[in-house]
């Protein structure tokens, strides 16, 4: 081989020197960008020249060639890579040896464009469902107004669990139709928020108890998007290096929900009695009698404003969003091609009409590109010309222990995070305690747990006690998830952050013991117990903030097949669902209990064990590579790469 021409490059000697077989020669081995596509038309042409024997229409010439030159060129064609596109051959443990020294930072990750669609659509979600905990204890009284506390306790339970409950019914089907070719991730995610804006808006206009529950299981039924969605960052962002930033953005963008919504929900609800000088009788726009349509559903105008964030999701997901799953890019997608036109001649956006293959020393907006999985990509793998045929692993096979083990933990976690979102809205809107009629009846405090009562706090008020998640959550997720997520590792970062969530749940139920400025009936107030909600709420995001993003690193890396990766997060969203449907209504129904017996501490140290459990269990996951199980024609090579062979 000269040494005028790069490593990977093989240039056949010829016996013949004439200039137009040294130019070839020249713009092979040269830095000349020239596409691969057309690098392999010219050498299957010239080996077809070369094994017939025929003339060369260049120059009238015949070439004839040995046996020998034949093997050589045909070397050349098998591995098709130019000097200078290659990509180097890097040592996959000091890649990621240099992967653990240097943070990846949030510019750096790739395909921007479409986390921000992903983030849009989930943050639609979380606002919708969020702002139902400033105002349910309320809107369910304005029900039955004769109901307990105890009752009311256990409903909002109920309606809270009815939308995980009918997730677990269906988040495995929309996983499986997710990764199906006449499904696909884009389908199921604009089905899922356009159910959730109808459920809502039916929610809103509900004049029952049993109404609103149906509304709740409709809107669950129709969503199993975040499942898919976490599909989909997994699909876009490839590398581990690149997970710690890339799966916080979904658990970031709820605490932007948790911010807004609850604070939406606050102001809106109830706006007639709230602003009675705008919405009331004799207002200017309320007329004689007030807005007649807010005095029958005071609580719909807020459900309307999610309904409204949620519409404006699906047209962006509509319009912007890119297809991920190999089962389903080839389907026409005309909602993408109208979002192009807008893009390119309204928001006067540069824009190709499709993907473009660009050379590695190329300039250009690394964006367009596909992530590389690690240094050996795939066209340096054995050229086969049987057409692609794509194997998806069976059901049956999915279940490995990791697997099991991963979703166990991912179960139990959901299960007391979720009733903690549950109970916490119950918990600030209960009656305190008031020793002029105390509840029950002739009860008075004393020991360590016998003492009972909520905060009762109003709707704006619960608003900015649950917004407080939301900013806790956002500014640790900013700043420090990232940081010591990257230094710990992630099953080592979700093991010891678990723990924090049993020193939480004991601590909650002792703030119906700190003093306030208020007197009872009226809702807690002054500096001292805002700070030690604020305190409590801190530990409580803290451990949140590392332990669900490290969850949904550890069940996207412990699927045994990427072909099944819309299915395991699916899996994954079901038995969340599942624990969160009977977390809520246990917990609804063991703190009315509490209630009762003048304990209000008794959930929340259930839930506390509970989290114990969680955390045991949390010791035997482990964190998977994405393809623990090789189906027919895959080799994993000495370096953890997996190529087909066949």
Same mark, same amino acid.
């Given at each position: 081989?000269?040494?005028?021409?790069? @490593?990977?490059?093989?240039?056949?000697?010829?016996?013949?020197?004439?200039?137009?077989?040294?130019?070839?020669?020249?713009?092979?081995?040269?830095?000349?960008?020239?596409?691969?596509?057309?690098?392999?038309?010219?050498?299957?042409?010239?080996?077809?020249?070369?094994?017939?024997?025929?003339?060369?229409?260049?120059?009238?010439?015949?070439?004839?060639?040995?046996?020998?030159?034949?093997?050589?060129?045909?070397?050349?064609?098998?591995?098709? =890579? &130019?000097?200078?596109?290659?990509?180097? &051959?890097?040592? =996959?443990?000091?890649?990621?040896?240099?992967?653990?020294?240097?943070?990846? *930072?949030?510019?750096?990750?790739?395909?921007?464009?479409?986390?921000?669609?992903?983030?849009?659509?989930?943050?639609?979600?979380?606002?919708?469902?969020?702002?139902?905990?400033?105002?349910?204890?309320?809107?369910?009284?304005?029900?039955?107004?004769?109901?307990?506390?105890?009752?009311?306790?256990?409903?909002?339970?109920?309606? &809270?669990?009815?939308?995980?409950?009918?997730?677990?019914?269906?988040?495995?089907?929309?996983? #499986?139709?997710?990764?199906?070719?006449?499904?696909?991730?884009?389908?199921?995610?604009?089905?899922?928020?356009?159910?959730?804006?109808?459920?809502?808006?039916?929610?809103?206009?509900?004049?029952?108890?049993? =109404?609103?529950?149906?509304?709740?299981?409709?809107?669950?039924?129709?969503?199993?998007?975040?499942?898919?969605? %976490?599909?989909?960052?997994?699909?876009?962002?490839?590398?581990?290096?690149?997970?710690?930033?890339?799966?916080? /953005?979904?658990?970031?963008?709820?605490?932007?929900?948790? /911010?807004?919504?609850?604070?939406?929900?606050? +102001?809106?609800?109830?706006?007639?009695?709230?602003?009675?000088?705008?919405?009331?009788?004799?207002?200017?726009?309320?007329?004689?009698?007030?807005?007649?349509?807010?005095?029958?559903?005071?609580?719909?105008?807020?459900?309307?404003? $999610?309904? +409204?964030?949620?519409?404006? *999701?699906?047209?962006?997901?509509?319009?912007?969003?890119?297809?991920?799953?190999?089962?389903?890019?080839?389907?026409?997608?005309?909602?993408?091609?109208?979002? #192009?036109?807008?893009?390119?001649?309204?928001? %006067?956006?540069?824009?190709?009409?499709?993907?473009?293959?660009?050379?590695?020393?190329? @300039?250009?907006?690394?964006?367009?590109? &596909?992530?590389?999985?690690?240094?050996?990509?795939?066209?340096?793998?054995?050229?086969?010309?049987?057409?692609?045929?794509?194997?998806?692993?069976?059901?049956? %096979? +999915?279940?490995?222990?990791?697997?099991?083990?991963?979703?166990?933990?991912?179960?139990?976690?959901?299960?007391?995070?979720?009733?903690?979102?549950?109970?916490?809205?119950?918990?600030?809107?209960?009656?305190?305690?008031? @020793?002029?009629?105390?509840?029950?009846?002739?009860?008075?405090?004393?020991?360590?747990?016998?003492?009972?009562?909520?905060?009762?706090? @109003?709707?704006?008020?619960?608003?900015?006690?649950?917004?407080?998640?939301?900013?806790?959550?956002?500014? !640790?997720?900013?700043?420090?998830?990232?940081?010591?997520?990257?230094?710990?590792?992630?099953?080592? $970062?979700?093991?010891?952050? !678990?723990?924090?969530?049993?020193?939480?749940?004991?601590?909650?139920?002792?703030? *119906?013991?700190?003093?306030?400025?208020?007197?009872?009936?009226?809702?807690?107030?002054?500096?001292?117990?805002?700070?030690?909600?604020?305190?409590?709420?801190?530990?409580?995001?803290?451990? %949140?903030?590392?332990? !669900?993003?490290?969850?949904?690193?550890?069940?996207?890396?412990?699927?045994?097949?990427?072909?099944?990766?819309?299915?395991?997060?699916?899996?994954?969203? $079901?038995?969340?669902?599942?624990?969160?449907?009977?977390?809520?209504?246990?917990?609804?129904?063991?703190?009315?209990?509490?209630?009762?017996?003048?304990?209000?501490?008794?959930?929340?140290?259930?839930?506390?064990?509970?989290?114990?459990?969680?955390?045991?269990?949390?010791?035997?996951?482990?964190?998977?590579?994405?393809?623990?199980?090789?189906?027919?024609?895959?080799?994993?090579?000495?370096?953890?790469?997996?190529?087909?062979?066949?």
């Amino acid at each position: 081989m000269s040494a005028n021409h790069a @490593p990977e490059t093989y240039v056949p000697r010829s016996p013949s020197t004439s200039s137009d077989d040294s130019d070839v020669a020249l713009s092979i081995g040269s830095s000349k960008k020239t596409s691969p596509s057309q690098s392999f038309e010219f050498t299957e042409q010239d080996l077809l020249i070369r094994e017939n024997n025929v003339p060369d229409s260049s120059n009238g010439r015949n070439l004839t060639y040995s046996g020998r030159d034949r093997h050589e060129r045909e070397l050349f064609i098998t591995t098709n =890579v &130019q000097a200078g596109t290659a990509l180097p &051959q890097v040592d =996959v443990t000091e890649q990621t040896e240099a992967t653990k020294e240097e943070p990846i *930072s949030w510019r750096s990750l790739p395909r921007k464009d479409q986390l921000l669609i992903l983030t849009l659509s989930r943050l639609s979600e979380p606002l919708t469902q969020t702002s139902l905990g400033a105002y349910l204890f309320y809107q369910l009284q304005s029900f039955d107004p004769s109901a307990p506390d105890s009752t009311i306790s256990f409903q909002a339970g109920v309606v &809270q669990a009815a939308f995980p409950a009918a997730q677990f019914l269906t988040a495995i089907l929309w996983g #499986r139709f997710a990764d199906s070719e006449y499904g696909g991730r884009k389908r199921v995610i604009w089905i899922g928020l356009l159910g959730t804006m109808l459920s809502v808006i039916g929610f809103g206009f509900s004049h029952s108890f049993p =109404v609103a529950v149906l509304f709740r299981c409709m809107g669950g039924i129709l969503n199993g998007n975040i499942g898919v969605m %976490r599909t989909m960052i997994s699909e876009i962002i490839k590398e581990k290096k690149y997970q710690s930033r890339a799966f916080i /953005i979904l658990p970031m963008t709820f605490n932007i929900g948790v /911010i807004i919504g609850p604070i939406l929900g606050g +102001i809106l609800a109830d706006p007639v009695g709230s602003y009675p000088g705008i919405f009331g009788p004799g207002s200017v726009i309320g007329g004689k009698n007030g807005v007649e349509w807010m005095r029958k559903w005071p609580y719909a105008l807020p459900n309307l404003m $999610s309904a +409204i964030f949620l519409l404006i *999701s699906v047209c962006g997901v509509l319009l912007f969003l890119e297809e991920t799953s190999e089962m389903a890019k080839h389907r026409p997608d005309y909602g993408l091609r109208v979002g #192009r036109w807008i893009r390119r001649h309204i928001l %006067r956006q540069n824009i190709a009409d499709g993907y473009t293959v660009l050379a590695v020393d190329e @300039p250009g907006d690394v964006e367009l590109q &596909q992530t590389p999985v690690s240094a050996y990509p795939e066209t340096l793998g054995i050229v086969s010309d049987k057409p692609l045929i794509r194997r998806k692993l069976p059901f049956r %096979r +999915i279940w490995t222990p990791n697997l099991i083990m991963t979703l166990s933990s991912h179960g139990l976690l959901a299960m007391h995070v979720g009733t903690f979102n549950s109970l916490w809205f119950i918990y600030l809107s209960a009656p305190r305690y008031d @020793p002029v009629h105390p509840h029950p009846k002739n009860f008075k405090p004393h020991g360590l747990i016998h003492f009972t009562g909520g905060l009762a706090l @109003p709707p704006p008020r619960i608003g900015l006690a649950l917004a407080i998640l939301g900013f806790v959550g956002i500014t !640790l997720q900013l700043f420090l998830y990232p940081k010591l997520s990257h230094r710990l590792g992630t099953a080592k $970062s979700y093991r010891l952050f !678990l723990l924090l969530f049993p020193i939480t749940y004991t601590l909650v139920p002792f703030l *119906s013991t700190v003093p306030t400025w208020s007197k009872p009936p009226a809702g807690v107030s002054g500096i001292l117990i805002w700070l030690c909600i604020t305190v409590v709420l801190f530990l409580q995001v803290l451990a %949140r903030t590392f332990a !669900l993003p490290c969850a949904t690193i550890l069940i996207n890396n412990c699927c045994p097949h990427p072909s099944v990766l819309g299915t395991v997060h699916g899996l994954g969203q $079901s038995v969340s669902s599942l624990t969160r449907t009977f977390g809520p209504i246990l917990g609804g129904y063991i703190f009315g209990r509490g209630l009762d017996i003048g304990v209000v501490g008794l959930a929340w140290w259930t839930l506390a064990c509970v989290a114990v459990v969680g955390s045991v269990a949390a010791r035997f996951v482990r964190d998977g590579d994405g393809h623990e199980i090789l189906l027919e024609g895959e080799v994993k090579g000495a370096d953890g790469v997996v190529r087909r062979v066949d």
